[in-house]
């Protein structure tokens, strides 16, 4: 969940379902919690929102992704709720982030 400068990463968890009483199963469908709060440094040069957000879902990683509106990338550590890594990424406005998916193991 991002708002303008900060980034909220929460964890969602299904639980099991259980046939027998559809309202309980509605009501216990999943549960989720914050793993972290992250914030762009407070420096003049961060820039004023985020503009993109990547992460790899397909592994378990603890690192994200983000471009800022001064046209720099950061690198962040969820876990350690700390800035890794700023790059100046482009001399124009970023708008989006990919990063390459892991092939499947043969």
């Given at each position: 969940?991002a708002t303008?400068?900060?980034?909220a ?5 299904l639980?099991?379902?259980?046939t027998s ?11 989720y ?20 957000i990547?992460?790899?879902n ?6 994200v992704?983000?471009a800022?509106?001064n ?5 962040w550590d969820v876990?350690?709720?700390k ?15 990919r990063?390459?998916q ?5």
């Open positions: 969940l303008t400068t900060r980034l990463v929460y964890r969602f968890q639980h099991l379902q259980d009483d559809d309202i309980k199963r509605l009501q216990r469908l999943g549960s919690k914050c793993c972290g709060l992250l914030a762009l440094p407070k420096e003049p040069t961060a820039g004023q929102s985020l503009v993109a990547a992460a790899n397909a592994v378990l990683s603890g690192t992704l983000v800022s509106s046209k720099r990338v950061y690198v876990a350690a709720e800035v890794l890594a700023a790059v100046n990424a482009h001399a124009r406005p970023l708008t989006c982030l990063l390459a892991p092939h499947a193991a043969a």
